[in-house]
């Protein structure tokens, strides 16, 4: 129900670098823009293996490019998983390129640090629903084949995080992520973190068929 000239969310879908879309996350992107009476926008980019780092972070930074030409600013750059990763360094990127920048930042259960120890996150999440240990090794060897982990412009964490627009962090508490949410919320200027009890890795994906789902969403949109 937004109007033709209602501000626009600009979503970026998660996967694990490796996989999903705008059709994936669509239950994602369109309960925002329910909740909030805004328009979402949802670009693709380019998936590893066939096109590891930087191929997807390079495409976003153009399709921003492209959206801020044909409508201003966002409101919000929003952002879940390997999508949280990459809506970071986007928003880093605008704020190093002085390019126009969104009012805010949402995070769903991102995945900020690429460099920390796989074997680490697993020992210390036992109740990750998602994710063993095989398969967070195989996502991060997929994508960056060899780059450096501990590159800031892979691991936004590492980076800058000074500056950025004020932010609302959500990750489930007893997942593999839920470092990253804690680590942003002590090393970034305006963050407020949420972690939830007992669910799984970006559980925002069932929005409109459970209802925590639609809580956390409704909490982003009040946001």
């Known amino acids: 129900n937004a109007t033709d000239n209602a501000p626009w969310i600009f979503y970026i879908h998660g996967g694990g670098f490796l996989a999903g879309s705008p059709y994936t996350h669509l239950p994602i992107g369109s309960h925002l823009a329910t909740f909030t009476g805004r328009r979402t926008y949802m670009p693709t980019y380019r998936l590893a293996p066939e096109h590891p780092f930087p191929a997807g972070r390079d495409d976003l930074y153009r399709a921003y490019d492209g959206f801020v030409a044909a409508h201003g600013a966002p409101a919000a750059i ?84 000074t500056g950025l627009p004020r932010t609302l962090v959500q990750a489930s508490a007893v997942e593999a992520a839920a470092p990253d949410a804690v680590a942003l919320g002590a090393r970034m200027d305006h963050v407020q973190v949420e972690l939830w009890d007992g669910l799984p890795h970006v559980w925002h994906i069932f929005a409109g068929n459970v209802h925590v789902a639609d809580a956390a969403l409704r909490r982003i949109a009040a946001f």
Request: hydrophobic letters at 40%; charged letters at 25%; one cysteine or more.
């Open 78 to 161: 929003c952002g879940d998983s390997a999508g949280g990763n990459l809506a970071l360094l986007l928003a880093q990127h605008i704020r190093d390129a002085g390019r126009p920048a969104p009012g805010a930042l949402a995070l769903m259960s991102p995945v900020a640090d690429l460099s920390e120890d796989v074997d680490a996150r697993v020992r210390g999440a036992p109740d990750e629903m998602l994710f063993p240990r095989h398969r967070l090794h195989q996502i991060r060897d997929t994508y960056l084949q060899g780059h450096d982990p501990r590159d800031p412009g892979a691991s936004p964490l590492l980076g800058d995080l």
